[in-house]
């Protein structure tokens, strides 16, 4: 089962930018789509922004559109998050794993790891 671990969170003013990463292993990285959750205080996991296994294809939650930006690097077994006009409702702990489909995922192939927390507020 793949392991993944999450790094890059921290404390930002709002409209200030993060780069999250999240490092793999334990599977072949390069054939699975892969996906950035967060969880905010009280609130389930969701889904904010998904890749295809190839890179080529990405959608996202609207309420992170045309501000966050998901890319991977296959050689390097690694999914990125570009955070940028971050708002104070994006404060939650974020995790990376791989969706269990692309258009419609209903769950997770591997394990949560420990999250990164991503805190914005002035």
């Known amino acids: 089962q793949v392991q993944l671990v999450e790094s890059g969170g921290g404390l930002v003013q709002p409209g200030g930018s993060l780069r999250l990463s999240c490092a793999a292993s334990?599977?072949?990285?390069?054939?699975?789509?892969m996906g950035w959750y967060r969880q905010a205080p009280g609130k389930q996991r969701e889904l904010v922004a998904i890749?295809?296994?190839?890179?080529?294809?990405?959608n996202y939650a609207d309420s992170v559109k045309g501000r966050f930006t998901i890319s991977r690097d296959n050689a390097k077994n690694t999914v990125y998050l570009q955070m940028n006009s971050l708002k104070p409702e994006d404060t939650a702990v974020y995790y990376c794993?791989?969706?269990?489909?692309?258009?419609?995922?209903?769950?997770?192939?591997?394990?949560w790891g420990q999250g990164t927390q991503v805190t914005v507020s002035s």
């Open positions: 794993n791989e969706p269990n489909g692309f258009s419609a995922p209903t769950g997770v192939f591997g394990s």
């Open positions: 334990g599977s072949i990285f390069s054939i699975y789509a």
């Open positions: 890749i295809s296994s190839d890179g080529r294809r990405t």
